[in-house]
């Protein structure tokens, strides 16, 4: 089955402590991407891949890095989480080339900082 | 920079009437995305609109999308309660240089009430 996957879907912190959330896809996608949703505000990209090895920020990047090491894989990390990152993250991917450029969302990863 | 408005915000109908979703967005765009989101669950595509005058519909929903009046709509026909969920504009910016890059309206969470 065509899909994207996160890890964790949960996951309760404290502030400080480095942590990562994976996200997989098997559908061979160049580009990959990592949205925060916040009430009242949508969803907002916090970083953009185009390719192995190629990411950049996007709206809101501060206190995030990521990492694309292999194309099916692109990790969030979050080097010292702090409460204003509580928030739910969506990993995104869409296929190369000309088209719709549609993007498949994961099934979000709820985290909360304490 | 780019803003993407929706309104209502919140919308409350009965079951059999028919309303509009707007989505206002500040710049050049012609490519716009309307997904749909249930509680506690991922974004599910609804709609790819990739050029002006385009119309597409599904069921009870059509979308249609203005590029000279940087305008989207979602028309709701005879709506049921399956139809409650928020529902999220999102206008893509990048994908001449940068692959996909949204940016998302802040949501209309749909309540159809028998």
């Known amino acids: 089955e065509a899909q994207v996957t996160q890890n964790p879907r949960y996951l309760i912190t404290v502030t400080g402590k480095k942590l990562t959330v994976t996200c997989s896809q098997n559908m061979n996608h160049e580009y990959m991407s990592w949205y925060r949703q916040d009430p009242g505000l949508g969803l907002r990209q916090i970083y953009y891949?185009?390719?192995?090895?190629?990411?950049d920020k996007g709206d809101v990047p501060e206190g995030y890095k990521v990492s694309r090491k292999e194309k099916r894989n692109f990790p969030l990390i979050l080097e010292s989480p702090s409460p204003n990152q509580t928030s739910l993250y969506f990993c995104a991917s869409s296929p190369p080339g000309e088209g719709s450029y549609e993007q498949y969302f994961g099934p979000g990863t709820r985290l909360t900082v304490t | 920079e780019l803003k993407v408005e929706q309104n209502p915000l919140f919308l409350s109908m009965q079951e059999g009437k028919n309303y509009t979703i707007y989505c206002n967005y500040s710049?050049?765009?012609?490519?716009l995305y309307w997904y749909r989101q249930d509680p506690g669950k991922s974004l599910e595509s609804l709609f790819v609109l990739l050029s002006n005058g385009a119309v597409k519909q599904e069921g009870r929903l059509m979308a249609s999308l203005d590029t000279k009046a940087r305008l989207s709509t979602l028309h709701i026909t005879a709506a049921v309660h399956d139809l409650s969920a928020t529902y999220f504009c999102?206008?893509?910016?990048?994908?001449?240089?940068?692959?996909?890059?949204?940016?998302f309206g802040e949501g209309t969470q749909l309540t159809v009430n028998p």
């Open positions: 999102a206008v893509d910016r990048g994908w001449e240089t940068s692959g996909s890059r949204l940016t």
């Open positions: 891949s185009m390719n192995v090895e190629v990411t």
């Open positions: 710049t050049t765009s012609d490519r």
